[in-house]
């Protein structure tokens, strides 16, 4: 009946969790390649991010403001679509980084 809980195990980083912080690590690199002009991202990323600011900014919503539950649906939505965006762009930058890494004779 003893339920002790051992804490530390509470603390240890799981797959999740390390996958997460690599996948953070990337983007920032990323960020970082775009800026300098090393990386050139896909024409996808820069039409979605130019288009759900645009459509963040502006006032008007896909679904009708009266319902409580779908008045930011929309915009939950449209997160969820362009972090799946950035998710495929990490990946494509990550080969990008590891084909360039490679050393040819």
Do not use: C, G
Not at 81 to 98: I, Q
């Amino acid at each position: 009946m003893n339920r002790i809980i051992n804490i530390s195990k509470l603390f240890v980083k799981n797959s999740f969790t390390k996958s997460i912080s690599k996948k953070r690590n990337t983007f920032w690199q990323m960020i970082k390649s775009i800026i300098k002009l090393d990386y050139k991202p896909s024409w996808l990323l820069v039409i979605t991010l130019l288009s759900a600011v645009a459509y963040l900014i502006a006032p008007f919503s896909l679904f009708d403001q009266q319902h409580i539950l779908l008045r930011f649906a929309d915009d939950v939505l449209l997160i969820l679509f362009v972090l799946k965006v950035l998710s495929h762009e990490t990946l494509r930058y990550s080969r990008f980084k590891a084909r360039s890494r490679r050393v040819y004779p």
